[in-house]
């Protein structure tokens, strides 16, 4: 399974825009780039995926350049609600085998006033 | 709203006791994943199955074991608790071959403590 490096911790402030970027230098042909927010006290929720370009949902927006060994999620205007631990994970969601994905430890955003 | 339900919350078990966590999805997802997390590792995944009666050990097997005898319902066994598997335990599902994907949905956890 292709690994994943992201930073540990980001702050910002309320109305800024947030990038985290993730390095996935062995990703493979079929995998897919996904990322999760995390709460305290929540089990992780999918956020946005996507394979290449740019992704755009309610959320977020996710950036893969042509060469997908990196990806940056976007979320436009953070709010204090924002606050939580992001994860990016690769992994082929089409895949058999049940299609496991390995977590690393995430990026810990704190949006401050 | 689709949904991943851990039975309990939070739970204090005696180290020596046989642990029972279950988790049930209302999804008809093939897949289900537990996993669990602590401050500093993230989440690791201790076993999956992508069919009923079906299990795969995950990175951290080692003192659980899981049940799939129905599609909705994945159990997490700890066979004798020890003080090292206080920790939050993590359940999940997911639909192989979905488009668009919508990911993994994960219940919201079970804090276990053994003392």
């Known amino acids: 399974l292709a690994k994943t490096t992201q930073p540990i911790s980001m702050d910002s402030y309320e109305g800024q825009e947030v990038n985290i970027t993730c390095s996935h230098n062995?990703?493979?042909?079929?995998?897919?780039i996904t990322w999760y927010q995390q709460f305290p006290s929540q089990g992780p929720r999918f956020i946005i995926q996507g394979y290449k370009t740019k992704v755009t949902n309610e959320v977020a927006s996710l950036f893969i350049p042509a060469d997908r060994k990196s990806s940056t999620l976007s979320l436009p205007r953070v709010s204090l609600s924002d606050t939580a631990v992001y994860y990016c994970l690769v992994g082929d969601p089409n895949g058999g085998g049940g299609n496991k994905l390995t977590f690393g430890t995430g990026t810990q955003l704190k949006v401050e006033l | 709203d689709v949904k991943v339900t851990q039975s309990s919350r939070y739970l204090v078990k005696r180290t020596g006791e046989k642990v029972f966590l279950e988790c049930v999805q209302d999804?008809?997802?093939?897949?289900m994943f537990w996993y669990r997390q602590d401050p500093g590792l993230g989440l690791r995944l201790i076993y999956f199955s992508y069919d009923v009666k079906m299990k795969e050990k995950g990175d951290i097997p080692e003192g659980y074991s899981v049940s799939r005898e129905k599609k909705e319902r994945f159990s997490l066994i700890l066979e004798s608790a020890s003080t090292n598997q206080t920790s939050m335990y993590l359940c999940a599902s997911s639909l192989t071959g979905q488009e668009p994907s919508r990911g993994y949905t994960f219940g919201s956890g079970t804090r276990l403590t053994v003392v």
């Open positions: 062995n990703i493979a042909t079929n995998d897919y």
């Open positions: 999804m008809d997802h093939e897949n």
